[in-house]
């Protein structure tokens, strides 16, 4: 009997306590405001410094950029033997199997340009071909009288190929330098570079050359303020930044 009595206990007990909850109503944050009172605290505050996984992000078209070269016509020149080559029609950068610079009347042969630090000068940039990474873009020595001074007096002339990277604070009179690239803000835009003397000084934007060579072949690019250093044929040309190929 006594085993009945608290059993019926215990469910009085129950009842009581289920019918008290179903009977709580919902503390939302619109009524304790109708009641005058603040909102509750979140659950998880926002943490700034708090750790999160970052949504993966593609880079932008115009942090890959190509190159376009428009020949400089001046003067009479008998151009038929070069009729329909970079020396007289547009063309594009692109890599030959030397690891040079050179000229193409093809855009299929054209290599891409990524961007690495946005737009600026003395800039790194580095070369792409099929997807493959084909290093940094270096500004290198083809000839000189001993002394790396690109100037109208010196001899020098560059050609441009695949490299490493290197400082500025090293590409002072250096036969290599890659932090050279001017990096536009805005495409379509011409391009240009720094050259790093060995006198300290620099030099800006020396004009771009396409020229032959019986070492590395035909078309590469070069650039010189004393155009005799060379070899022939050789045309002055225009480069360009462009954001895709036609």
């Not at 085993?3 to 469910?11: A, K, P």
């Not at 007990?13 to 009172?37: K, M």
């Not at 547009?90 to 299929?108: E, H, K, Q, R």
Request: charged share 10%; hydrophobic share 35%; aromatic share 10%.
């Amino acid at each position: 009997m006594t085993f009945f009595i608290r059993l019926h206990s215990w469910l009085c007990l129950l009842l009581v306590v289920s019918l008290s909850v179903i009977a709580t109503p919902v503390d939302t944050n619109a009524a304790r405001l109708r009641r005058g009172l603040p909102p509750k605290a979140p659950l998880r505050r926002y943490n700034a410094t708090s750790t999160r996984h970052a949504q993966s992000k593609r880079s932008p078209a115009a942090n890959i950029l190509y190159i376009q070269a428009e020949p400089v016509l001046t003067g009479k020149r008998d151009l038929s033997e070069r009729a329909g080559t970079p020396h007289d029609t547009l063309s594009y950068v692109g890599m030959n199997s030397n690891a040079w610079l050179f000229l193409t009347t093809d855009p299929t042969q054209a290599v891409s340009f990524h961007v690495l630090n946005g737009a600026g000068t003395e800039q790194d940039m580095q070369m792409y071909s099929g997807g493959s990474n084909l290093g940094y873009i270096d500004a290198k020595t083809w000839n000189n009288a001993g002394v790396n001074n690109l100037n109208a007096d010196t001899l020098l002339s560059l050609y441009f190929a695949t490299g490493s990277q290197v400082s500025i604070a090293s590409s002072y009179g250096s036969g290599q330098q890659s932090a050279t690239w001017t990096i536009p803000s805005d495409v379509p835009s011409t391009v240009g570079f720094t050259y790093h003397n060995q006198d300290g000084t620099i030099t800006v934007n020396a004009p771009f050359y396409v020229f032959d060579t019986t070492f590395s072949g035909v078309n590469q690019l070069g650039s010189t303020l004393d155009p005799p250093s060379l070899n022939n044929p050789k045309t002055q040309v225009t480069l360009t930044w462009l954001n895709s190929l036609p």
